[in-house]
Nanobody, 122 residues
Framework: QVQLVESGGGSVQAGGSLRLSCAVF????????MGWFRQAPGKEREEVAR???????SYVDSVKGRFTISQDNAKNTLYLQMNSLKPEDTAMYYC????????????????WGQGTQVTVSS
């Protein structure tokens, strides 16, 4: 059973930085896709970034150049480095996993963490 545990959220002023971590347990798949999503109050959940098992990445336009998704396979951890944070980045952030490729008609992510709150003040 795959389990995901996020950490690293908090409150920061605009222009600041945070690094989110997602500890991954129970993964035995060699092919997988992992992603970071966020949901602000009253808004739909939005995909922020994704990374494949071989390290290819993609980002939503609003975070390009500011956020970086990465993974440390030795530590079974997914990261999201967030720089130049803006108030509109305020949301609950979730990591997600699925045992498939990243780009193709693979459906929804199968496993989700509990979320970590990011609050950016102006």
């Amino acid at each position: 059973q795959v389990q995901l545990v996020e950490s690293g959220g908090g409150s920061v002023q605009a222009g600041g930085s945070l690094r989110l971590s997602c500890a991954v347990f129970g993964v035995t798949y060699s092919i997988y896709c992992m992603g970071w999503f966020r949901q602000a109050p009253g808004k739909e959940r939005e995909e922020v970034a994704r990374i494949s098992d071989y390290g290819r990445t993609s980002y939503v336009d609003s975070v390009k150049g500011r956020f970086t998704i990465s993974q440390d396979n030795a530590k079974n951890t997914l990261y999201l480095q967030m720089n130049s944070l803006k108030p509109e980045d305020t949301a609950m952030y979730y990591c997600a996993f699925r045992p498939t490729g990243c780009w193709g008609d693979y459906g929804a992510f199968n496993y989700w963490g509990q979320g970590t709150q990011v609050t950016v003040s102006s």
